[in-house]
């Protein structure tokens, strides 16, 4: 396999628990601020699906 590929492919998880975190604390914010309910709860599952993929790449 190419190098750079794989240089990529095992940076993904770190970037992708980047996001989860960016999300969570938007979508807590959100939540918590009383701005934006619907984008508030789309942000927090989306974290979930960014963790749940973490989870599985980890494997």
Do not use: D, E
């Not at 190419?2 to 975190?21: D, E």
């Not at 979508?27 to 934006?36: E, R």
Request: charged share 5%.
């Amino acid at each position: 396999m190419n190098q750079a590929l794989t240089g990529i492919a095992a940076a993904a998880p770190a970037i992708a628990m980047i996001g989860f975190f960016a999300c969570l604390i938007g979508g807590g914010y959100l939540l918590f601020s009383g701005q934006q309910r619907k984008r508030a709860i789309l942000l927090l599952i989306m974290s979930l699906v960014l963790l749940g993929n973490v989870l599985i790449w980890t494997m």
